[in-house]
């Protein structure tokens, strides 16, 4: 069984950086194909990808938030950790970590089935 | 980037009743799409992979559907606990994953 959980402050103040770490298990980061990525989800708005970490150590962000955003992973100790840096009242939002399985390999492309498992989210407010 | 347009943004149904959400892509994203519903305080689940992959232990009175597009989430015969929150998701502008903006289903 997979799980996922978040952990990080629940507050912090305009221009600080935030840190947040996803623990999981039931699956290791080091088996191919395999991501963990987060997604945000402002309070009654819909989610928004910000970033994923394959097993390769291949990361990718989104495009909007890059400058921002760095993540890394601990495969011993089965930890995602998201950092994003200078952080403004607007990125107030529930932020979740999840699982990405790969569901097909073909000519040397992985396809993915979503994001399959999420942690229950962690509630981040940003005000001074 | 890929914009992912939803619709409706809202939907009134009755228990037993037979409901489709659309998703639009500004696009062609292949069959890479995902359908998610959430319910309050809660995170979304994935229901449908690959644009018409049933996930794992989801009922099967869900289905999607479409290709390039233009896709679909059916839900039918509703059951209560189905009201919620639905949306979709687009990954195949890899690294741009892209979700649609909603449809919350509301009992009539």
């Known amino acids: 069984q997979i799980t996922l959980k978040e952990s990080g402050p629940a507050l912090v103040k305009p221009t600080q950086t935030l840190t947040l770490t996803c623990s999981f298990s039931g699956f290791s980061l080091t088996t191919s194909g395999v991501g963990v990525g987060w997604v945000r989800q402002p309070p009654g708005k819909a989610p928004e990808w910000l970033a994923v970490?394959?097993?390769?150590?291949?990361?990718r962000y989104s495009p909007s938030l890059k400058n921002r955003l760095t993540v890394t992973k601990d495969t011993s100790r089965k930890k995602v950790v998201l950092r994003m840096t200078n952080m403004d009242p607007v990125d107030t939002a529930t932020y979740y970590c999840?699982?990405?399985?790969?569901?097909?390999?073909?000519?040397?492309?992985?396809?993915?089935?979503?994001?399959?498992?999420w942690g229950q989210g962690v509630q981040v407010t940003v005000s001074s | 980037a890929i914009q992912m347009t939803q619709s409706p943004s809202s939907l009134s149904a009755s228990v037993g009743d037979r409901v489709t959400i659309t998703c639009r892509a500004s696009?062609?994203?292949?069959?890479?799409l995902s359908w998610y519903q959430q319910k309050p305080g809660k995170a979304p689940k994935l229901l449908i992979f690959a644009a018409s992959s049933l996930e794992t232990g989801v009922p099967s009175r869900f289905s999607g559907g479409g290709f390039g597009t233009s896709f679909t989430l059916t839900i039918s015969n509703l059951q209560p606990e189905d009201f919620a929150t639905y949306y979709c998701?687009?990954?195949?502008?890899?690294?741009?994953?892209?979700f649609g903006q909603g449809t919350r289903l509301e009992i009539k």
């Open positions: 696009q062609d994203i292949s069959d890479d």
């Open positions: 998701l687009q990954d195949y502008n890899h690294p741009s994953m892209t």
């Open positions: 970490i394959y097993w390769n150590d291949d990361k």
């Open positions: 999840a699982h990405r399985r790969p569901y097909d390999y073909v000519w040397g492309t992985y396809h993915y089935a979503g994001f399959d498992s």
